[in-house]
């Protein structure tokens, strides 16, 4: 398992833009896939964007495709998620979470260790 400490959360406008980052603190980053949830009140868990270990592949939420990039920098042991014409229903805490395998999923269980998460909040 890895460490992992996300940052970046803050409200901003809808239309706006904002940018969550999250370093991992642990061996061999490039082996871990990493992805980002949400959890909105009272919902469950989603997911939003994977990456692979290499950096590349990656998929998205239909809900974010297009607006949202996940990138990762292998150097720095870091995961970015730069979203763009941001939306109130994008509200929600946000988490960082690493795979112990190169290899991507959506699903949540896949993942082994996550970040306490970010609190974004989008006003109309």
């Known amino acids: 398992q890895v460490q992992l400490v996300e940052s970046g959360g803050g409200l901003v406008q809808a239309g706006g833009s904002l940018r969550l980052s999250c370093v991992a603190y642990g061996r061999t980053f490039s082996s871990y896939a990493m992805g980002w949830f949400r959890q909105a009140p009272g919902k469950e868990r989603e997911f939003v964007a994977g990456?692979?270990?290499?950096?590349?592949?990656?998929f998205y939420a239909d809900s974010v495709k297009g607006r949202f990039t996940i990138s990762r920098d292998n150097a720095k042991n870091t995961v970015n998620l730069q979203m763009n014409s941001l939306k109130p229903e994008d509200t929600a805490v946000y988490f960082c979470?690493?795979?112990?395998?190169?290899?991507?999923?959506?699903?949540?269980?896949?993942?082994?260790?996550w970040g306490q998460g970010t609190q974004l909040t989008v006003s109309s």
């Open positions: 990456i692979s270990g290499s950096g590349g592949l990656t």
């Open positions: 979470a690493a795979r112990s395998t190169p290899a991507l999923t959506r699903r949540s269980s896949g993942y082994d260790s």
